[in-house]
């Protein structure tokens, strides 16, 4: 099948706008809570509506594109990914954010094509952030290109971890083990709520690594484009290639500085998306 990057590229940027209307307009509500694995993994009615939403969409004008979504997935669908076009979606990330009307929650939407990752796009609606990448045609927010930064050392380095959604003890361990091994080694720790805003960030240069174990495919996908497309790196958390299926990753604005924060690491092995 032919694979045209930009006529995709138009209507995801116009399923992800629409998809932010559905967001903004349920954002300050009262919203009806579900749970998923566990108490703090939550799903709303918004997850599912603009994840429906997306999949109208992808049928409407490419019905042979492959889908992965967060709530598909969740309701027992497989994960498969081929080499087939394949939008890979979460509807609402940073969900537990958007369930407190937190500001720190937006769509997160990659589209893939043999594997690799053609298109990102992560969209905060309610700060109405759009960062968006297309492979080799850099990384831009509200348009305007974007850059990681240039930081190289830990010690001057604003780093992301964040706490999940699992509270399994093991996890929880490693958790607290990393962040007790980095919180004297660097400037500072933020762990705001969301994978793909947390990618968003490293990739604009407000922090300068993030990291995470426990993370899905659609928690990750549109970040690694974008953050790469600015200049910064995406890799495993034991140093090798990035598998967007492993559950793990970090990036960082320069391998160097990735480097420098892995050895900290407790590493956690997980189950493959
Ligand atoms: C979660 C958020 C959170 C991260 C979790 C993710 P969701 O995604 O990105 O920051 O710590 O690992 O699962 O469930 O809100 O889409």
């Known amino acids: 099948a032919e694979f045209d990057v930009e006529v995709v590229f138009t209507v995801a940027l116009k399923a992800v706008k629409d998809a932010g209307e559905i967001i903004k307009e349920a954002f300050y509500k009262k919203k009806a809570v579900l749970t998923k694995s566990c108490a703090v993994d939550l799903v709303t009615e918004t ?13 409407e004008n490419f019905p042979n594109h492959m889908f992965i979504g967060e709530e598909s997935v969740a309701a027992g669908e497989k994960c498969d990914l081929t080499d087939e076009p394949t939008w890979i ?15 720190h929650s937006c769509i997160s939407l990659a589209v893939l094509y043999h594997k690799d990752i053609h298109i990102g796009i992560i969209y905060n609606p309610i700060l109405d952030q759009m960062f968006t990448a297309k492979l080799g045609q850099g990384a831009f927010l509200n348009d305007k290109p974007i850059r990681a930064s240039e930081e190289t050392e830990l010690g001057k380095s ?19 083990k990393n962040i007790t091994a980095l919180m004297n080694k660097v400037h500072g720790l933020r762990a705001m709520g969301s994978a793909a805003l947390n990618m968003a960030s490293v990739a604009s ?7 995470e ?14 953050v790469r497309e600015a200049g910064g790196v995406c890799i495993d958390t034991e140093g090798g290639p990035l598998d967007l299926m492993s559950r793990r990753m970090i990036c960082a604005s320069s391998e160097k500085l990735a480097l420098q924060i892995i050895p900290l690491l407790t590493q956690l092995k997980l189950e493959r998306d």
């Open 89 to 103: 979606v979460d509807p609402v990330d940073g969900t537990m954010n958007f369930v407190h009307s937190f500001p």
């Open 158 to 176: 604003l780093v992301i971890a964040e706490f999940g959604t699992n509270r399994d003890l093991q996890k929880m361990e490693s958790v607290l």
């Open 213 to 226: 174990y426990g993370i899905h495919v659609w928690d990750i996908a549109a970040g690694t484009l974008i």
């Open 205 to 211: 240069g407000g922090a300068d690594c993030y990291f």
């Open 47 to 59: 997850d599912q509506a603009v994840e429906k939403m997306l999949i109208g969409r992808i049928k």
